[in-house]
Structure formats: structure tokens, C-alpha cells
């Protein structure tokens, strides 16, 4: 998102600016109560296997601003990572999903769960001294959390040995919007990688663009032939669905599969026998 955003934004009119500027410190404040409440809040998305069965979940953080509703988590995230509160969200996105991870094994249902990691904060020996620690505390094995980490933040980062030190504490690692940056995957071989999830855009391209597709073929042969653990997200019709499952890939997520939901949600689709549900007949939250 920063990609997008940032050039443009050098030839938007100086008042307009400045209008956002103050926009943007207003909703820091708000962001800045929310965490002192614990009030960001956590969706999780179904990850899938090639049967529809429910193996994993994508906790993403939400936040309800008390008047304007839902903020999308590109802006709010930002918006943390730029006010110095990023290290704060990702604890209590962190802690939710804990709990509610060790709920669902309690019941029996032996899923894992993906947090989004800002790359930053593999820089902030806090980060790791609080996933540690946290560890340590859970009923869950380590192996039941995955840290998904931006592809490009990563490479940028110079990251690989906190990533190795967060492997060795039992945790998996993704390298999560995989091909929507510019890396090669000879820089991508010398990290510590236990899953890719490819980026929504290029799964978007597949049913129309041959190119894409042989892209995606090769760096799912490669993968594969690494070890790693194939992921595509933002799957949201059958067709892609069906191609994806004829090239091999491991695991989907996506509309089609489920959209993000609260826990009870998740708790309700792995308790009634995980059969597939149609994305348009799924169980909305207000029903559970
Ligand atoms: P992401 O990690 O790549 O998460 C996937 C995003 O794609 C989510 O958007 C999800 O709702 C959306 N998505 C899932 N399936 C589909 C689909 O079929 N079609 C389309 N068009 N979109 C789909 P969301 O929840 O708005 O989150 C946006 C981004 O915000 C995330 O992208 C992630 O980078 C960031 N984010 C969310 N929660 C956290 C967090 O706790 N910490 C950090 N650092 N970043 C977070
Ligand atoms: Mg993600
Ligand atoms: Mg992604
Ligand atoms: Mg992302």
C-alpha cells in the first residue's frame, strides 16, 4: 500500500496536504485510546486445504472507530507503525489470537493460526522478547503459530537472523504478498522460510494471463522442491479455485473459501464437521 501511496502523494495540493496531516494525527489519538482500551479487535480468515477443510486461520486486526465504523487495516496499520504503536497492536492481535488458538485446540480442533508481522518489528528486541514469552505461557505448541512477514519488508530488512532466532523458538515463518515486490528468489533461498503465500494479484491474473500462470507454475516447483509450503490468497471464484488445485498448490484462502470473521465464527464452522461451505451460503456473524 505504501507503494501506491507514496509518490502520488508529492503533487497533491499543499492544503489538501495539510487537511490530511491533521486527518491523520486526529485518528492516531483515536488509534492511541483504542489500544490503551484493547479495543482493536481480530477477524480470522479460514485457510483451506485442497478438501475445503478448515486448517489454519489469518488473524487480521480490526479496528471500529467510534464514528466513522470500520478503518481498513492498510490505513490503520500505517498509522501505527508511523505513531510509534505498532509493537502495542501487534501484542494484543498477538494475545487474542493466543487465546483463542488454545480454546480451539482445548475443543480439539488441531488448527494453526498466521499473525501478520510488521518487518519492523523484527528490528525491536521487545518483539522478540514478548513472543518468547508468550510462547513459553501458551497451552499450544509454538509450531500452531505462523509469523507472516511482507516479502519486500523482509528482503529490505536484512532480517534473516531474527527470523532463524523466531524459528528456533518453534514458530513457522511466511513470506506473506509473495511476488508483489521485486525480489528474486535467489535472495529468497537464504531465508529461513517455512511458507508462501502468494500474493491476491497474481492469483487475480491467473484465469486470463498465461504469463502469470507459468510465473506461478515455476516458483510453486521451486517451492515445493525447497520444502516450502504453498499458499494462495485472495482465491474468490471456482475456476481459480480449480487451477490452483491442478498446479499443486498446498493451501487457499480467500472469499470463495470464507471471509474474515470473529471467533465464534471459526469456532462454529470447525464444531460443525468442516464441510465446505459455498462462500455465499456461509453462516454470517449475526446468525452464530
Ligand atoms: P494481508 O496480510 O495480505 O491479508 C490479506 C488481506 O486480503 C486481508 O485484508 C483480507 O481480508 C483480504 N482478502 C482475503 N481474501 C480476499 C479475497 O478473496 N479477495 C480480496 N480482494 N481480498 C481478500 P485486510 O483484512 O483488509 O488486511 C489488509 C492488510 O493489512 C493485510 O494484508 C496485512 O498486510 C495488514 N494487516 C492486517 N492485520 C494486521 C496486523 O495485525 N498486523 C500487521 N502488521 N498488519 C496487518
Ligand atoms: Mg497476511
Ligand atoms: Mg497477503
Ligand atoms: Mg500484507
Not at 16 to 34: F, H, K, P, S, W
Not at 133 to 162: H, Y
Not at 207 to 228: F, K, N, P, V, Y
Request: hydrophobic content about 45%.
Amino acid at each position: 500500500a505504501r507503494a501506491r501511496t507514496t509518490p502520488g502523494l508529492m503533487w497533491v495540493d499543499r492544503g489538501e496536504r495539510n487537511g490530511q496531516a491533521v486527518d491523520d494525527l486526529r485518528l492516531i489519538a483515536n488509534l492511541t485510546d483504542a489500544l490503551d482500551r484493547g479495543g482493536i479487535d481480530v477477524a480470522y480468515q479460514p485457510i483451506v486445504e485442497r478438501h475445503g477443510r478448515t486448517v489454519a486461520v489469518e488473524a487480521l486486526a480490526r479496528w471500529e472507530h467510534p464514528t466513522r465504523g470500520a478503518i481498513p487495516p492498510d490505513q490503520f496499520i500505517e498509522l501505527a507503525r508511523r505513531s510509534g504503536n505498532i509493537l502495542r497492536l501487534t501484542r494484543q492481535v498477538f494475545d487474542t489470537t493466543l487465546s483463542d488458538l488454545d480454546r480451539w485446540h482445548a475443543q480439539g480442533h488441531d488448527i494453526w493460526a498466521q499473525v501478520n508481522i510488521d518487518a519492523s518489528l523484527l528490528r525491536d528486541p521487545g518483539f522478540f522478547n514478548f513472543v518468547a514469552e508468550r510462547i513459553e505461557r501458551a497451552a499450544v505448541p509454538p509450531s500452531a503459530l505462523v509469523l507472516e512477514v511482507t516479502e519486500a519488508e523482509a528482503l529490505a530488512l536484512d532480517s534473516e537472523r531474527v527470523l532463524f532466532e523466531l524459528r528456533e523458538l518453534g514458530l513457522r515463518i511466511s513470506m506473506d504478498d509473495f511476488g508483489a515486490g521485486y525480489s528474486s528468489l535467489t535472495r529468497i533461498r537464504k531465508m529461513p522460510i517455512d511458507q508462501l503465500k502468494v500474493d491476491k494479484a497474481f492469483v487475480g491474473d491467473i484465469a486470463h494471463d498465461e504469463q502469470s500462470r507459468i510465473i506461478l507454475i515455476a516458483t510453486l516447483r521451486i517451492a515445493g522442491a525447497l520444502g516450502i509450503q504453498s499458499v494462495c490468497e485472495g482465491v474468490e471464484t471456482a475456476a481459480q479455485a480449480d487451477l490452483l488445485r491442478d498446479f499443486g498448490v498446498h493451501l487457499q484462502q480467500g472469499y470463495l473459501h470464507g471471509r474474515p470473521v470473529p471467533a465464534h465464527a471459526i469456532t462454529r464452522l470447525l464444531t460443525d464437521g468442516q464441510t465446505a461451505v459455498p462462500a455465499e451460503s456461509a453462516p454470517t456473524p449475526t446468525m452464530v
